[in-house]
T-cell receptor, first 113, second 114 residues
Framework: GESVGLHLPTLSVQEGDNSIINCAYS??????FIWYKQESGKGPQFIID?????DKRQGQRVTVLLNKTVKHLSLQIAATQPGDSAVYFC????????????FGKGTKLSVIP | IAGITQAPTSQILAAGRRMTLRCTQD?????MYWYRQDLGLGLRLIHY???????GKGEVPDGYSVSRANTDDFPLTLASAVPSQTSVYFC?????????????FGPGTRLTVL
C-alpha cells in the first residue's frame, strides 16, 4: 500500500536555530498534507496543513513546503524553542469527505538549551 | 467538558475480556475517529464516523467495533481482547465541512492486554 514516511527519526537543534523536519509521501492523490506535534503523554496537536495544489504555507514560526515533483514535504520551525521539543508527524488526508489521515512514523525533535 | 475526553486513562485487561473505551466531545463535530499508536509507529486509523448513525472501517479494524448513536459519543469496543491490542488509543474529531487536516485529539487511553 502507499505510505507516508520520514527521512530522519531524530533531530537535535540548538535553541534559537531553525529546524527542518522532512517527510516523503507516495500517495499523489491526497488532498492535504499535514503536520502534527505530539508531546510526551499527550495526544497529537495540529500544527499546519497544506492543500495539494499549493507549494508553501506559513503559520506562526512554522512554514510547510510541498514539492510534488519529488513527493516531499517539510516543516520549518523558526527560532526553535525548548517548548518545540516533541515528536512531529507528517500525515496525508484522503477519503473524499471523510478526511481520513494516514500518519508517518514520526521525528523526535530535541532542543538543546 | 472542553474538547475531547477519553476514559479510562489507562487499563490493564486480561486476554479474552470485553472492553469499551469511551470518547466524548463537546464541540459538536460531525466526524470522529479512533486511532491506535504503537511504539515506533505512527497512528493508525481503526474506525471512523462521518456523522451520527454512520461508521466506516479504517486501516486496522479487525477485533474492534464502534457505534455512533449521537454526535457527542463514539465508543470503541474490543469484544475479546488479545495481547496484540496492547496500545495507546486516541479518539479524534473534525468539524463538519472543514477541509484540510485539522483533527482534534483526546488525551488517549493506554491499554495493556495480558
Amino acid at each position: 500500500g502507499e505510505s507516508v514516511g520520514l527521512h530522519l527519526p531524530t533531530l537535535s537543534v540548538q535553541e534559537g536555530d531553525n529546524s527542518i523536519i522532512n517527510c516523503a509521501y507516495s500517495n499523489s492523490a491526497s488532498d492535504y498534507f499535514i503536520w502534527y506535534k505530539q508531546e510526551s503523554g499527550k495526544g497529537p496537536q495540529f500544527i499546519i496543513d497544506i492543500r495539494s495544489n499549493m507549494d508553501k504555507r506559513q503559520g506562526q514560526r512554522v512554514t510547510v513546503l510541498l514539492n510534488k515533483t519529488v513527493k516531499h514535504l517539510s516543516l520549518q520551525i523558526a527560532a526553535t524553542q525548548p517548548g518545540d521539543s516533541a515528536v512531529y508527524f507528517c500525515a496525508e488526508s484522503s477519503g473524499a469527505g471523510s478526511y481520513q489521515l494516514t500518519f508517518g512514523k514520526g521525528t523526535k525533535l530535541s532542543v538543546i538549551p | 467538558i472542553a474538547g475531547i475526553t477519553q476514559a479510562p486513562t489507562s487499563q490493564i485487561l486480561a486476554a479474552g475480556r470485553r472492553m469499551t473505551l469511551r470518547c466524548t466531545q463537546d464541540m459538536r463535530h460531525n466526524a470522529m475517529y479512533w486511532y491506535r499508536q504503537d511504539l515506533g509507529l505512527g497512528l493508525r486509523l481503526i474506525h471512523y464516523s462521518n456523522t451520527a448513525g454512520t461508521t466506516g472501517k479504517g486501516e486496522v479494524p479487525d477485533g474492534y467495533s464502534v457505534s455512533r448513536a449521537n454526535t457527542d459519543d463514539f465508543p470503541l469496543t474490543l469484544a475479546s481482547a488479545v495481547p496484540s491490542q496492547t496500545s495507546v488509543y486516541f479518539c479524534a474529531s473534525k468539524r463538519q465541512g472543514a477541509g484540510g487536516g485539522e483533527q482534534f485529539f483526546g488525551p488517549g487511553t493506554r491499554l495493556t492486554v495480558l
